[in-house]
């Protein structure tokens, strides 16, 4: 079963239109939840971590929270540089069935399209 | 900034045929790992490598695929006899420990083609 759900599959907006990404996981022993960028061709580029529900991180236009279920990657007034596929991926606690404490399980993404 | 830097960018290989894809991680990092992603697939956990050993591996890889670290600053995977299946992007990452705090940062893959 998914583990991890990433919507929408795509995202199409315009420049300054804000807007949020959604990952929804279903994991127990969660160790911490992972946004990557990931642009054509090139391998993801890490952007956040976050290890408990209610943190909050920012970068520049993006802030990604965590609830007990799912996280959300807002971008705030995007600009044409902000397209690509954001991924979502989780990390489990040692010992929990699913996966083990090293690899990062991935959703399949959004991506994000942003015209100017 | 440190990156991972991995090569070939492209492999191309016949079906049978035994491949090494190599990477250098970032210098001070201590875990290295391995993933794949097939076109238009999520991306995917191979292996995990610590302290010279294999740290924890997916049901993915099987016996056909093994890893190295043949120096300081190479990692290796090496597929002995490669399938149409195979074909994918192959990333490689490395972090600074498994802790909090230690995110595990990539390369820009090597794509291999298996004919």
């Known amino acids: 079963e998914d583990q991890v759900t990433q919507s929408p599959e795509a995202l199409r907006l315009q420049e300054g239109e804000s807007s949020s990404l959604n990952c929804s996981y279903t994991?127990?022993?969660?160790?911490?939840l992972f946004w990557y960028r990931q642009d054509p061709g090139k391998g993801p580029e890490f952007l956040f971590t976050l290890y408990s529900a209610g943190e909050e991180k920012e970068k520049e236009r993006l802030k990604a929270t965590l609830t007990k279920k799912e996280s959300f990657l807002h971008i705030t007034a995007p600009k044409p540089e902000d397209s690509a596929t954001y991924l979502c991926a989780v990390q489990l606690r040692p010992g929990y069935s699913g996966g083990g404490a090293d690899g990062l399980t991935f959703g399949k993404g959004t991506h994000l399209i942003i015209q100017p | 900034e440190p990156e991972v830097t991995q090569t070939p960018s492209h492999q191309v290989t016949q079906m049978g045929q035994e491949v090494i894809l190599r990477c250098v991680p970032i210098s001070n990092h201590l875990y290295f790992y391995w993933y794949r992603q097939i076109l238009g697939q999520k991306v995917e956990f191979l292996v995990s490598?610590?302290?010279?050993?294999?740290?924890?591996k997916s049901e993915i890889f099987d016996d056909q695929f093994s890893v190295e670290r043949p120096d300081g600053s190479n990692f290796t995977l090496k597929i002995r006899s490669t399938k149409l299946e195979d074909s994918a992007m192959y990333f490689c990452a490395s972090s600074g420990g498994r802790g909090d705090n230690q995110p595990q940062h990539f390369g820009d893959g090597t794509r291999l083609s298996i004919l």
């Open positions: 490598f610590y302290n010279n050993e294999i740290s924890e």
């Open positions: 994991v127990s022993g969660l160790r911490g």
